[in-house]
Structure formats: structure tokens, C-alpha cells
């Protein structure tokens, strides 16, 4: 048999909702049972509970504490945590194109010297990465991702940008991200993808789901440019492979 899983911690958060912690650290074990928590919750609707929120390591649940008190939903809570984390199955591969470098990566050269390898090398150890959308957050769409190799792992800028364009693929400490809103960011810009990860008026308006997984192609300038015409006009053009 499997060993018990440890019961993550319950922290209230205000007087209407709860973090449900599974770890302190990024760990993808941890995530996968956040999400895991995250759509029992959502196949069995517990009493009072009106929003949940993923993140890599906890689960914020949002609650009416008319309907139900801290007490009460933590002991359910606990309930569906003790649960086995069921195996991936029907996940989603996405492969998302980037231009890389440039006017659309204008850190790929400094991240280069300060790893002492090529641009080129930072690309190909880029587009290698098997990587799955661990949350979404910070703004709409912005979808962070584990996965990203060792040998790319390095602290954020020390003077953060106020404002980053949209499209922009990063990474920062030991996460990629991709970045759908322009905004600010302290993370190295390596390229630009055309892909809306979200897109008011688009059905589905969020293209990316927590568990999916994602793969990098690179494209050149020219390709970008029609690309980025096409997602305008509402084209996907992430393509979605078998996994």
C-alpha cells in the first residue's frame, strides 16, 4: 500500500477563506496535489464553498461563513486531501512558438554571458524543457511553468521592469512563465510568443490550464509578425499535440 499522504496545513485567511498549504517550497509534488484537491473540490461541491484558487504549493478556498464555519469545512477539507492523487490522464500538450532574441528576447545575450554559454545554446536548452502550467496568476493568463532545467535557473533581475510586452517568454528563478498582458516583470526576457494565452472576447477566453503541458518551437521575426496578425484576429496558434 502507499504511505499515508501528510495533511497539509490549514491557514485562515481573513474570516471567509482558508490556504490549504501543501508545501513551502515550489515542488511539483505538492502542485499536483493542489490540483488534485482543487477538482475534487470542484466534482464534489462542498456547502459554502464559493471560489477556490490554485497556486503551486496551496489552495486558497474562498467561503460563506454564514453557510459554514473554519472548523467545519477544514475537517472536509482534510477529507478530500487524504485522497490518493489520481494519475495524469486526457492532459493537454500545447506547443507554443517563440522568437527568440532580439528586439522580442533583449535578454537572451546577458543571460548567455552570465551562464557562460551561447544564445543559441540558451535556446536549444530552452526549447528542450518538457514543461506543465503549474498556476496562473499575477494578471490574466500568465501562466507559470516547472519544468525549466537546472542549467537555466538564475535570480530575477535586480531592478525589475515597469512595463514588458505581451507575448513575453521569461524566466526567472526556476520557473519559465508566458506572459499574455503587457506589465511589469523582474524576470529575463528570452523571446516573445504571438499565442493569447487570454483573450476577452475568444471562447475559450484562457487557453491554458493548470496541468497542461507545454512544449517550445522557435520561429523567426517574420513568422512572428504573422502569427501575432493571426491571434489578433482570434487564431489559437498554440497547437495542441498528443501527449
Given at each position: 500500500?502507499?504511505?499515508?499522504?501528510?495533511?497539509?496545513?490549514?491557514l485562515p485567511s481573513g474570516d471567509s477563506a482558508i490556504t490549504v498549504e501543501f508545501s513551502r517550497n515550489i515542488d511539483d509534488v505538492a502542485n499536483r496535489r493542489v490540483l488534485a484537491l482543487d477538482r475534487a473540490m470542484a466534482a464534489e461541491p462542498v456547502t459554502g464553498v464559493t471560489e477556490t484558487v490554485p497556486t503551486y504549493r496551496s489552495l486558497l478556498v474562498h467561503y460563506d461563513p454564514v453557510q459554514v464555519d473554519f472548523d467545519q469545512l477544514g475537517g472536509q477539507i482534510l477529507t478530500l486531501a487524504e485522497r490518493p492523487v489520481p494519475a495524469a490522464t486526457n492532459t493537454r500538450r500545447w506547443r507554443i512558438p517563440v522568437c527568440y532574441g532580439g528586439e522580442h528576447g533583449i535578454d537572451l545575450e546577458d543571460v548567455a554571458k552570465t551562464l557562460n554559454i551561447t544564445p543559441d545554446e540558451i535556446v536549444a536548452?530552452?526549447?528542450?524543457?518538457?514543461?506543465?502550467?503549474?498556476?496562473?496568476?499575477?494578471?490574466?493568463?500568465?501562466?507559470?511553468?516547472?519544468?525549466?532545467t537546472e542549467s537555466l535557473h538564475?535570480?530575477?533581475?535586480?531592478?525589475?521592469?515597469?512595463?514588458?510586452?505581451?507575448?513575453?517568454?521569461?524566466?526567472?528563478?526556476?520557473?519559465?512563465?508566458?506572459?499574455?498582458?503587457?506589465?511589469?516583470?523582474?524576470?529575463?526576457?528570452?523571446?516573445?510568443?504571438?499565442?493569447?494565452?487570454?483573450?476577452?472576447?475568444?471562447?475559450?477566453?484562457?487557453l491554458l490550464e493548470p496541468g497542461d503541458n507545454i512544449t517550445f518551437t522557435p520561429v523567426d521575426?517574420?513568422?512572428?509578425?504573422?502569427?501575432?496578425?493571426?491571434?489578433?484576429?482570434?487564431?489559437f496558434i498554440a497547437e495542441q499535440i498528443a501527449s
Amino acid at each position: 500500500m502507499a504511505a499515508p499522504l501528510s495533511p497539509p496545513r490549514l491557514l485562515p485567511s481573513g474570516d471567509s477563506a482558508i490556504t490549504v498549504e501543501f508545501s513551502r517550497n515550489i515542488d511539483d509534488v505538492a502542485n499536483r496535489r493542489v490540483l488534485a484537491l482543487d477538482r475534487a473540490m470542484a466534482a464534489e461541491p462542498v456547502t459554502g464553498v464559493t471560489e477556490t484558487v490554485p497556486t503551486y504549493r496551496s489552495l486558497l478556498v474562498h467561503y460563506d461563513p454564514v453557510q459554514v464555519d473554519f472548523d467545519q469545512l477544514g475537517g472536509q477539507i482534510l477529507t478530500l486531501a487524504e485522497r490518493p492523487v489520481p494519475a495524469a490522464t486526457n492532459t493537454r500538450r500545447w506547443r507554443i512558438p517563440v522568437c527568440y532574441g532580439g528586439e522580442h528576447g533583449i535578454d537572451l545575450e546577458d543571460v548567455a554571458k552570465t551562464l557562460n554559454i551561447t544564445p543559441d545554446e540558451i535556446v536549444a536548452r530552452h526549447v528542450t524543457g518538457d514543461y506543465r502550467v503549474a498556476m496562473i496568476g499575477f494578471t490574466p493568463g500568465w501562466s507559470y511553468l516547472s519544468g525549466l532545467t537546472e542549467s537555466l535557473h538564475m535570480p530575477r533581475r535586480q531592478n525589475p521592469r515597469l512595463l514588458t510586452p505581451a507575448g513575453t517568454i521569461s524566466i526567472g528563478g526556476v520557473q519559465t512563465g508566458v506572459q499574455c498582458l503587457a506589465g511589469p516583470s523582474g524576470w529575463h526576457l528570452l523571446g516573445r510568443t504571438a499565442v493569447r494565452t487570454y483573450q476577452l472576447h475568444r471562447d475559450p477566453i484562457f487557453l491554458l490550464e493548470p496541468g497542461d503541458n507545454i512544449t517550445f518551437t522557435p520561429v523567426d521575426a517574420k513568422t512572428f509578425a504573422e502569427q501575432d496578425r493571426a491571434a489578433e484576429a482570434g487564431e489559437f496558434i498554440a497547437e495542441q499535440i498528443a501527449s
